[in-house]
T-cell receptor, first 112, second 115 residues
């Protein structure tokens, strides 16, 4: 049973470009979460999704950030017009029914 | 809103010794989960142990055990027979069972195991 799969693991973008991070949850998991970790800090909640629905996006910046979890395919975290402050590790996690949450290995975004 | 506090930014322990990491949390709810996650230098988030608030018995996973004090809202992690591979950041986390709420993390404790 594969774990939570994130790709790309490392992504470099120039300021103003778009970044797309993908997350395939564990098999049988219908709940997906995205967290951001800045250097030397803990994980901050961004968004919680179930298939085709955003359940809680209270941690998402109001502009430039969006997330989706379509009926088919992986969850996508999209960051438009990236800035240096977006450089961080982005973790995806999944759970079968809002219970124990399992994390992927993270995607490291560097904005140059 | 729930908060999780880890008051020890850094700790160190000699190999084979025992260490306890502290965590307190604040909530008005009675039905929730508590977790400890480990983040080694590889940066992967690894679930160490889970506690359900309605269970009085403290959770145990091999060398890892917790001391869950519900009234005091305390959830400490004890690592016995520490190994070099235990060197990592340790995060305490809270999740409510009442509704769709996300995992809330503390700021972490950096543990170094010394040979």
């Amino acid at each position: 049973n594969a774990g939570v799969m994130q790709n790309p693991r490392h992504l470099v973008r120039r300021r103003g470009q778009e970044a797309r991070l993908r997350c395939s949850p564990m098999k049988g998991h219908s709940h997906v979460y995205w967290y951001r970790q800045l250097p030397e800090e803990g994980l901050k909640f961004m968004v919680y999704l179930q298939k085709e629905n955003i359940i809680d996006e209270s941690g998402m910046p109001k502009e430039r950030f969006s997330a989706e979890f379509p009926k088919e395919g992986p969850s996508i975290l999209r960051i438009q017009q990236v800035v240096r402050g977006d450089s961080a590790a982005y973790f995806c996690a999944s759970s079968p029914w809002g219970d124990t949450i399992y994390f992927g290995e993270g995607s490291w975004l560097t904005v140059v | 809103a729930q908060t999780v506090t880890q008051s020890q930014p850094e700790m160190s322990v000699q190999e084979a010794e025992t260490v306890t990491l502290s965590c307190t949390y604040d909530t008005s709810e009675s039905n929730y989960y508590l977790f400890w996650y480990k983040q080694p230098p590889s940066r992967q988030m690894i679930l160490v142990i889970r506690q359900e608030a309605y269970k009085q018995q403290n959770a145990t996973e091999n060398r890892f055990s917790v001391n869950f004090q519900k009234a005091a809202k305390s959830f400490s992690l004890k690592i016995s027979d520490s190994q070099l591979g235990d060197t990592a950041m340790y995060f305490c986390a809270f999740m409510s069972r009442e509704g769709n709420t996300p995992l809330v993390f503390g700021k972490g404790t950096r543990l170094s195991v010394i040979a």
